[in-house]
């Protein structure tokens, strides 16, 4: 065993200790007994914890160059609480570049969760990370807030002081996060190399299925792909990862949470979708998978506005209604602006013959009028600085596959994409 596997995971601990330190007494002890150590940290503004925290409040206040008693008279809370997410913060991220922890684990109601949030999201990916919060799993969380490998669990019976369900909420939470990150530190001097990773788009493996070809022939050149369902949060994640610098490349072939958050959907994936790999100059080939659609809860009414349309219940969870000509016209515009902003190279393959598996002839979404409407919104918009792929072919076919690869395979030639080391005796 390697000395590293041999220390026991330092994991940093967040919540206000003025108002929670039995809470955090308790965690402490957790993380200790499942073989953790843990690093306090107390976010507390305007008492102490009566404990002595490794990272006081006032360290926190001055990671952003303040003290603690200018942000009591900052104003209000929310300002005081923001100020102390910008320390923790800078706080956090610097504890993790000099190797002083393993993981994270904060408490908190709202308050504490939008400052657990972005230390979440300032360290990088693979650096197991908990929030216990009340507040876990709802619409209030905008996922653009949501680190790609954040965990989380619901605060039940946490909102003040300690009992039998708190406690076992929180022994889970501090289990888990020790367990993570004993993992993560066994395993990062045995993991065998890997190629470069790429990252791919698709809404599940029935409506875009495409990956079940691509997949393989990447990994036969050498990479390492990384495939995403888009529904909302797995658009997040790669939207995240993709701003983290982590992919040589990616296939964004799914963009239908374009069309989610257009039309005001809680499907979403935020503002962002189809701009982080543009803006890291990472190379991006797309495509308009599902763009059609918007994606709603089927556990709710349809709105109004979508009463009327095609509709298609995927399962208990999720449906889809398509959207008209107009709205399909805005997408082409949006997705076009998208990749105009590109700082890297961007190519657009799109395939006139069909964008889903359920548009086709004597499919529930099959609108061909609108179709051909995007379609000729899309040639009009797509900037001169894309390259442009007009195929006539549906997404889901063999020669929508092959010109994905063509067009990659010439850029691994041109050197714009890192070239992979091609698995032995298999020809790419």
Same mark, same amino acid.
């Given at each position: ?15 206000? *200790? ?20 843990? &690093? ?14 490794? %990272? ?13 008693? @200018?942000? &009591? ?15 923790? &913060? ?26 657990? /949030? ?25 996922? @653009? ?8 669990? /619901? ?63 990447? @990994? ?14 797995? *658009? ?33 994936? *935020? ?36 009463? @009327? ?84 072919? %549906? ?34």
């Amino acid at each position: 065993m390697s000395a590293e596997t041999a220390t026991a995971p330092r994991i940093l601990v967040i919540g206000t *200790g003025d108002t929670k330190a039995d809470e955090l007494n308790f965690m402490k002890q957790c993380i200790e007994a499942s073989g953790g150590s843990a &690093v306090m940290m107390d976010v507390s503004v305007l008492g102490d914890p009566p404990y002595s925290p490794d %990272h006081d409040k006032h360290a926190v206040a001055r990671a952003v160059d303040v003290t603690i008693a @200018e942000i &009591v008279s900052s104003g209000d809370e929310n300002t005081a609480m923001t100020l102390m997410a910008g320390g923790a &913060v800078q706080l956090a991220r610097q504890l993790h570049q000099n190797g002083e922890i393993d993981g994270f684990i904060a408490i908190g109601g709202s308050m504490g969760t939008d400052l657990a /949030l972005d230390v979440a999201l300032c360290l990088p990916l693979g650096v197991p990370k908990f929030v216990v919060s009340t507040i876990a799993y709802s619409h209030l969380i905008p996922p @653009e807030r949501v680190a790609p490998d954040l965990m989380m669990i /619901l605060w039940a019976g946490g909102l003040y002081g300690l009992n039998s369900i708190c406690k076992a909420v929180l022994s889970q939470a501090c289990g888990a996060v020790v367990g993570a990150a004993k993992i993560m530190l066994a395993s990062r001097a045995a993991a065998p190399a890997i190629g470069p990773t790429i990252g791919m788009t698709s809404l599940g493996s029935s409506c875009l299925r495409y990956m079940k070809t691509l997949k393989p022939a990447l @990994e036969r050149r050498g990479y390492d792909v990384a495939v995403f369902h888009t529904t909302g949060m797995g *658009g997040r994640a790669f939207e995240s990862i993709a701003g983290q610098g982590h992919f040589c490349a990616v296939f964004d072939f799914s963009l239908q949470e374009i069309t989610n958050h257009l039309a005001g959907s809680v499907v979403s994936s *935020g503002a962002d979708r189809l701009e982080n790999a543009g803006a890291r100059g990472i190379p991006q080939i797309a495509a308009p998978g599902a763009v059609d659609m918007v994606d709603l809860p089927t556990w709710q009414d349809l709105p109004a506005k979508f009463s @009327e349309r095609p509709f298609h219940a995927h399962n208990r969870l999720i449906g889809s209604v398509t959207v008209d000509a107009d709205d399909r016209r805005q997408v082409a515009r949006t997705i076009a602006a998208k990749l105009g902003a590109a700082k890297g190279r961007s190519a657009f393959i799109l395939p006139s013959g069909g964008i889903q598996e359920w548009d086709m002839r004597g499919e529930p979404l099959y609108e061909p009028e609108a179709l051909a409407a995007f379609v000729d919104e899309m040639r009009k918009a797509i900037p001169a600085g894309v390259e442009f792929h007009e195929i006539d072919a %549906h997404i889901n076919g063999d020669d929508f596959v092959g010109k994905a690869l063509e067009i990659f395979d010439r850029w691994v030639e041109e050197g714009i994409v890192p070239r992979g080391t091609p698995v032995k005796g298999v020809a790419a």
